[in-house]
C-alpha cells in the first residue's frame, strides 16, 4: 500500500507539470483503482481518454498542415490552401499551424493577407521571431520597407545568430537606401555562413550601392 501512496503522489505531481499528457492520467486511474479510489479513478480514466483524442487530432492536423505547405510548393496553391484551412479548423488554438497558414498566403503572393494572419499570432506570442521573420518578407514585398526593416530588426533581436534574418534586414535596409546598417547586417550574415552564395551576392550588391541588383530577402 505504502509503495502505491508513493506512486499516486508521484504521478499528482506530474499530473500538475504536464496536465495535457494523457499517459500521465491513465497512469493515474490505474494506481487510483488498486486503491478502491473508483470515482477518483474514473475521472482520471475520462480524462486520460479525453486528451489522448485531442492529441490524436493534433497530430492529424499538423500532418494536414505540413501537407498544405507541400501542396503549395508543387505549385497547387488552391488545394493546399484548402488543405491549411482544414488543419486550422481541427486545432485551431495551435500556433505552428497558424503560422503555416501565414507562410501559406505569403507564398501565394497574397501578402496582405499574411500580414493579418502573422499580426494575429503575435498578438498571442510576441517574441516568436519566425512570424517577425515572416512579417519582414510581406511587408517587403507590398514595398513597406519602414515595417519591413522594423520586423526583420526585431526578428534578429530575437534571434542573433540567424544569417537568413540578418541578410532579410540587410536587403530591406538597403532597399530603403540605409547603407551603412545594410552592410553591417550583410556582413554579418555572410560570416554566419560564408558558403551561401545568395549572401555574398547580396554583400557584393551593397558594398558597390548597386539599387539595381535584384536581390530580395
Same mark, same amino acid.
Given at each position: 500500500?505504502?509503495?502505491?501512496?508513493?506512486?499516486?503522489r508521484?504521478?499528482?505531481?506530474?499530473a500538475e507539470l504536464t %496536465?495535457t499528457?494523457?499517459?500521465i492520467?491513465?497512469?493515474?486511474?490505474? #494506481?487510483?483503482?488498486? /486503491?478502491?479510489?473508483?470515482?477518483?479513478a474514473?475521472?482520471?480514466s475520462?480524462a486520460a481518454?479525453?486528451?489522448?483524442r485531442?492529441?490524436?487530432?493534433?497530430?492529424?492536423?499538423?500532418?494536414?498542415?505540413?501537407?498544405? /505547405?507541400f501542396? #503549395?510548393?508543387?505549385?497547387?496553391?488552391?488545394e493546399g490552401?484548402?488543405?491549411?484551412?482544414?488543419?486550422?479548423?481541427?486545432a %485551431? $488554438?495551435?500556433?505552428?499551424?497558424?503560422?503555416?497558414?501565414?507562410?501559406?498566403l505569403?507564398?501565394?503572393?497574397r501578402? @496582405? $493577407?499574411? #500580414?493579418?494572419?502573422?499580426?494575429q499570432?503575435?498578438?498571442?506570442?510576441p $517574441?516568436?521571431?519566425?512570424?517577425?521573420?515572416?512579417?519582414?518578407?510581406a511587408?517587403f514585398?507590398e514595398?513597406?520597407?519602414?515595417?519591413?526593416?522594423?520586423?526583420f530588426?526585431?526578428?534578429a533581436?530575437?534571434?542573433?545568430?540567424?544569417?537568413?534574418?540578418?541578410?532579410?534586414?540587410?536587403?530591406?535596409l538597403?532597399k +530603403? +537606401?540605409d547603407?551603412?546598417?545594410?552592410?553591417?547586417?550583410?556582413?554579418?550574415a555572410?560570416?554566419l555562413?560564408?558558403? +551561401?552564395?545568395?549572401? @555574398?551576392?547580396?554583400?557584393e550588391?551593397?558594398?558597390?550601392r548597386l539599387s539595381?541588383c535584384?536581390?530580395e530577402p
Open positions: 500500500m505504502g509503495d502505491q501512496e508513493g506512486a499516486l508521484e504521478f499528482r505531481g506530474a %496536465p499528457d494523457s499517459s492520467h491513465y497512469m493515474l486511474s490505474q #494506481i487510483l483503482r488498486k /486503491l478502491g479510489k473508483a470515482q477518483e474514473q475521472q482520471e475520462d481518454e479525453h486528451l489522448a485531442t492529441e490524436k487530432d493534433a497530430s492529424l492536423a499538423v500532418a494536414y498542415s505540413n501537407q498544405g /505547405l501542396l #503549395i510548393q508543387q505549385g497547387k496553391g488552391e490552401l484548402a488543405t491549411l484551412r482544414e488543419a486550422r479548423r481541427m %485551431p $488554438d495551435n500556433l505552428g499551424i497558424q503560422f503555416d497558414y501565414a507562410v501559406g505569403r507564398r501565394l503572393h501578402y @496582405e $493577407d499574411s #500580414i493579418n494572419q502573422l499580426q499570432i503575435l498578438q498571442r506570442q $517574441d516568436l521571431p519566425g512570424a517577425h521573420d515572416q512579417l519582414g518578407y511587408y514585398r514595398g513597406r520597407l519602414d515595417e519591413a526593416v522594423a520586423s530588426a526585431e526578428a533581436r530575437l534571434i542573433p545568430g540567424t544569417p537568413e534574418v540578418r541578410t532579410g534586414l540587410g536587403v530591406a538597403a +530603403n +537606401n547603407w551603412s546598417r545594410a552592410l553591417t547586417e550583410l556582413e554579418m555572410h560570416r555562413e560564408p558558403a +551561401n552564395k545568395l549572401y @555574398e551576392r547580396s554583400l550588391c551593397v558594398r558597390r539595381a535584384t536581390v
